[in-house]
């Protein structure tokens, strides 16, 4: 197993010289230049060209690239062009935010969508099965933005239950951080949910009528036993592949809600970045989700060996 | 041309100038939102006012600002030379008095003798001189232009300093030491740690309130300077300023409690303010923006260059359909100065009125015209950008639409990227000069016959004229810049101030017509 992951984490390798390239490349090919931006409401062509020249803008896309993976290797990302701090600093600083949205919102996609999927697999094409069925399918069809602005409009303005926008860190305790990520993370949660929720409800559907199964009906075990035991871990193999994308997409759609609900985390900085062309926080956004990406894909490998130990050999 | 405490003005001015001079020239008293001063009573001095704005601050270095939205935040902590009044006059703010030397060769700032910088230096005729100093030579200095009319800086004595000026130059320095290339820094910040002050300014003001903490970008929070020179302002214990992008989250902040004052200017937005003032959750006072809602063409560009094509762009163009976007948010105004001001035009009409008919003929006439139209993208130039062009397409303009970010759609215009952009950022200046020098003839380069205007530029730029020998100049210059449809105006914006019920003065807010807030008068119920 531990040569496994070892052969992914240097296949991962080259993905994180190619991604930043690729951003490098899509930059210089778009128009625009951040030291038009730098320059000011009242940019001149010398003090544009000066700050073209101090940051190294005009060198050959290629140059560029090589400095920033030398730098990288060093544990340097380098400095925001438009406030000056360090981007590992930035970073580091907006992860809290982003990873406490992400991680309530995957913890609520896998609690709910268990939840929904193994009281739907009970009896197959009864009352609740098909109430679920319905109820994911329009959760399905909800964008996350809108889903976002009306539970804030309910839960935040109408009745303020929760904040309207913010984030408090977990220092300042469990319970303003958790009051802060509640609409937001639903949000952001409910299509993860409602995709686990179909996906793990059609692989118990098939593995609760597999001749293992049956004949361990037939031993007389309990049915709780029987799904909790035997039938939900062979299920889960498909659910865990599906895991391991939503991250990603969670990630992608945590730009959105960050920005509805103000929160100072990393989709945020993503997109000022972009409008700003500020190029090394961009990059460095793009290095640190391309490793969360790669690392998230690595446990969902790893994981297959519990429940698969077939895939362990 | 004196100026005493403020320059002349109107006869309502020369009131206002009247009772600043009782006042020892000071800033104006704390007034209430019903135009009568807060009762101190009525002000929490232990309050601490939560206001947020769209506009983000990235360093707190006033020479390196590169966006106007970053001057709201600092005006709090660092002072200027003078300030700006909520109607826009110029009025002291660490200078007292300023004059013109006879011939123009320099301008005599008296100074105040009372005030300190937060870190113990004393704020004199030195201090200045190192300011304006730092902001000619500073590398990245995005003050050096403000500043290229002063020659050199000399202390006379320690409370008065004499600028020397380019000749003929220097009649806006007034009322640009009202923006962040007025602001004065600790000497002793700038010996010691020029380079750190844009992410840590730390005591190096003298303003009414000292930043406490700072994330670029996000937000700022400042606690009450512990003696201010102006007991007038800074009533409260602390200010938190944060940037929220989003104005629907803005309001939503105010409407639950969670902040306490913000600004909108989103017709979609305004409405919303509108409605939950109506019902009476939220209070909202509002603001005719300075700036205008026009169109900016560069005629050495393309078809452009074809008068014709300009003036059937400028007949083609409805300012009732943009108007109507905004419902009635958007005042039409088809001057280049509010009118009111001494440098408006008097008796004036706009050369190009709406005539479809007449715009279809000029088209023929030049042969069939082709341009694209550059806009901020997912802002509220948007929608004006589309009516616009379906307009111009009406008149048979082969129009198309280029949407850029919003970071980018005013340096690249400069830069000479686009032949013609939708936007609101035709910001009148405090002086004409100034204007002039920013869309016309410098950094926006409008003027493309630069003769047309330059004579009657210099002539009105004389700071030994008086407002009225100068008003005749720019009016003809405002009138060959609409004649030569080298920027067409539409409209005024409208901003809404939002605060909710414990909020006092939102209607004495400086700079607030130009998108920024001068928050020193504002005050929380106890």
């Given at each position: 197993m531990l040569r496994h992951a070892g052969k992914r984490l240097l296949a991962a390798i080259p993905l994180l010289l190619v991604v930043p390239l690729l951003v490098f490349l899509l930059i210089d090919l778009a128009p625009g230049d951040p030291a038009v931006v730098l320059a000011g409401d009242n940019p001149t062509p010398e003090r544009i060209a000066a700050i073209q020249a101090r940051l190294g803008l005009s060198d050959p896309v290629v140059e560029r690239y090589a400095r920033w993976v030398g730098a990288v290797l060093h544990g340097d990302l380098g400095k925001s062009?438009?406030?000056?701090?360090?981007v590992m600093e930035m970073i580091i600083r907006r992860m809290g935010a982003t990873m406490s949205l992400v991680l309530f919102a995957m913890v609520m996609a896998v609690v709910l969508g268990a939840l929904m999927a193994i009281l739907s697999s009970?009896?197959?094409?009864?009352v609740v099965d098909r109430l679920v069925n319905w109820l994911a399918s329009i959760a399905i069809a909800i964008p996350a933005f809108w889903f976002g602005l009306v539970l804030a409009s309910l839960f935040?303005?109408?009745?303020?239950?929760?904040?309207?926008f913010g984030f408090v860190p977990l220092s300042e305790g469990i319970g303003p951080w958790l009051s802060h990520l509640v609409l937001p993370g639903v949000a952001l949660g409910l299509l993860p949910a409602a995709e686990v929720t179909l996906q793990l409800r059609s692989a118990l559907g098939q593995v609760l009528t597999s001749d293992y199964i049956l004949n361990a009906r037939a031993k007389g075990l309990s049915r709780r036993s029987v799904l909790f035991k035997h039938a939900l871990k062979n299920a889960c193999v498909p659910v865990v592949t599906v895991f391991g994308f939503r991250v990603a997409e969670v990630l992608a759609g945590s730009v959105t809600i960050e920005i509805i609900y103000n929160m100072p985390g990393l989709g945020s900085l993503a997109v000022d970045s972009v409008l700003s062309r500020d190029i090394p926080v961009l990059l460095g956004f793009v290095l640190f989700s391309t490793s969360v990406v790669v690392v998230v894909n690595l446990l969902v490998d790893i994981s297959y060996g519990y429940f698969n130990p077939k895939v362990r050999a | 041309m004196t100026w005493r405490c403020v320059r002349r003005r109107s006869g309502v001015a020369m009131l206002a100038v009247a009772a600043l001079a009782l006042t020892g020239c000071g800033s104006g008293g704390a007034a209430g939102n019903d135009g009568k001063p807060a009762q101190s009573t009525e002000a929490d001095p232990n309050a601490t006012l939560r206001f947020t704005s769209a506009a983000p601050i990235r360093n707190l270095d006033p020479a390196l600002q590169t966006s106007y939205g970053g001057v709201g935040y600092l005006v709090l902590a660092i002072d200027r030379l003078t300030t700006l009044d909520k109607d826009d006059n110029v009025v002291p703010g660490l200078a007292t008095e300023w004059k013109f030397a006879k011939d123009g060769s320099y301008l005599e700032l008296k100074l105040r003798d009372d005030v300190r910088f937060h870190d113990g230096t004393v704020f004199d005729a030195a201090a200045v001189k190192a300011n304006i100093e730092r902001g000619k030579t500073l590398e990245g200095s995005t003050i050096k232009q403000n500043l290229d009319d002063i020659t050199s800086v000399e202390a006379v004595d320690a409370h008065t300093v004499r600028l020397r000026l380019v000749k003929g130059r220097g009649v806006q320095l007034p009322s640009v030491f009202a923006t962040n290339a007025g602001m004065m820094i600790s000497p002793k910040a700038i010996a010691e740690r020029s380079a750190k002050l844009a992410s840590d300014l730390g005591d190096a003001g003298s303003g009414p309130y000292l930043v406490t903490s700072f994330t670029p970008g996000e937000k700022v929070v400042m606690k009450k300077a512990p003696?201010?020179?102006?007991?007038?302002?800074?009533?409260?214990a602390g200010i938190e300023l944060q940037a929220i992008s989003d104005g629907a989250t803005r309001l939503r902040g105010v409407q639950t409690g969670q902040t306490d004052l913000t600004t909108v200017s989103a017709a979609n937005d305004l409405a919303q303010a509108r409605q939950l003032a109506d019902q009476g959750a939220v209070d909202m006072k509002k603001v005719t923006f300075r700036n205008v809602l026009g169109v900016y063409l560069r005629a050495n560009l393309g078809d452009l260059t074809k008068p014709e094509v300009r003036q059937a762009i400028a007949h083609a163009i409805d300012p009732d359909a943009v108007g109507a976007l905004f419902s009635g948010s958007c005042q039409p105004n088809r001057q280049l100065y509010p009118a009111g001001s001494w440098a408006a035009i008097k008796d004036y009409s706009y050369p190009y009125p709406y005539d479809q008919a007449k715009a279809r003929e000029l088209v023929q006439k030049a042969g069939g015209a082709k341009v694209t139209i550059s806009y901020p993208a997912s802002t509220n130039m948007e929608q004006p950008a589309n009516v616009i062009q379906g307009k111009l397409s009406e008149a048979g303009i082969d129009a198309k639409l280029n949407p850029v970010p919003n970071t980018e759609n005013e340096p690249r215009f400069i830069a000479g990227d686009f032949e013609l952009m939708v936007s609101a950022s035709w910001s009148p200046k405090i002086d004409p000069a100034d204007t002039v020098d920013t869309y016309l003839l410098d950094t926006y380069k409008l003027a493309t016959d630069r003769g047309a205007i330059e004579p009657d530029a210099a002539k009105a730029a004389d700071p030994t004229l008086s407002e009225a020998q100068r008003a005749p100049l720019y009016a003809k210059i405002w009138q060959t810049t609409m004649q030569q449809a080298w920027y067409i105006p539409i409209c005024r914006l409208t901003v809404g101030v939002v605060s909710n019920n414990k909020v006092l003065n939102t209607d004495n807010v400086p700079l607030a017509d130009i998108g920024i807030w001068d928050l020193r008068h504002i005050a929380v119920k106890r």
């Open positions: 062009l438009m406030s000056d701090q360090s009970l009896r197959p094409g009864g935040a303005v109408t009745y303020r239950v929760f904040p309207a | 003696a201010y020179w102006d007991p007038a302002v800074g009533q409260i």
